[in-house]
């Protein structure tokens, strides 16, 4: 299935896409008693809106070895993680806020999962369990702000800094799928997520054992080598193979 969140009629539902089109479901996927509508809306009608209205992101850093190595920083011996709030989601095709605040706003392509089920002390070889399915991620940081405040909340934390989208698909397999960005049409990230250092089943079962993760939540997995800056107007795409293209302009 691939899911999308739309706005209907000035609030939020939930569809099933096939065949250009969106059929409308009434509740939600993370619901028990969901069921589809036969609503049928075209995916061009649409306005769609981030995927999910997660109650955390749960952001991984430094998840390939290659942006390790951008940063001249070791691989990690455990995740690094951090958090991104709600507000920061964004929607496919809406504007990142540049802030004025920022002197350097990076893009990076990250593969997202979007949680199933309430999840607390998971085992790892259950863990994909309690995935509903992966989307692409944005994960925005003012770069210039990251070193200054001993960790990354400023930095990654602004509204608009988690676009999410366009689509959450449990069709495809987290462990080897083609990762790319590019910025105005032009190539900058291009790796494959069978090279994270934490593979998700291992990410989800850490994470559990710290904190409940709540249908819904996200777990951004960390982005490949290659990251640079934006400037307002710039175009950034992210495309992850079988979740589409996540396209927002610098507002
Ligand atoms: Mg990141």
Known sequence: ???VRVEMDGRACYGVMADGCIEIMEGTPFDEGMRMTGMKIEMEDARLLAPTPFSKAVCIGLNYRDHA??????????PVVFLKPSTSAAAPGED????????RLDYEAELAVVIGRRAKDVAEKDALNYVLGYTIANDVTARDLQPKNGQWTIAKGFDTFMPLGPFISDEVDPRNLMITSRVNGETKQLSNTS???????????????VMTLLPGDVISTGTPGGISGMQ???IVEIEIEGLGVLRNRIG
Not at 69 to 78: M, N, R, T, V
Not at 96 to 103: G, L, T
Not at 196 to 206: A, C, W
């Open 1 to 3: 299935m691939k899911y």
């Open 69 to 78: 190595k951008e940063f001249g920083l070791p691989i990690p011996q455990a």
């Open 96 to 103: 990142i806020i540049y802030p004025a605040m920022c002197h």
């Open 195 to 209: 090279n994270l250092i934490f593979p998700v089943p291992y990410l989800i079962s850490y994470l559990s054992h």
């Open 232 to 234: 307002r107007g710039d």
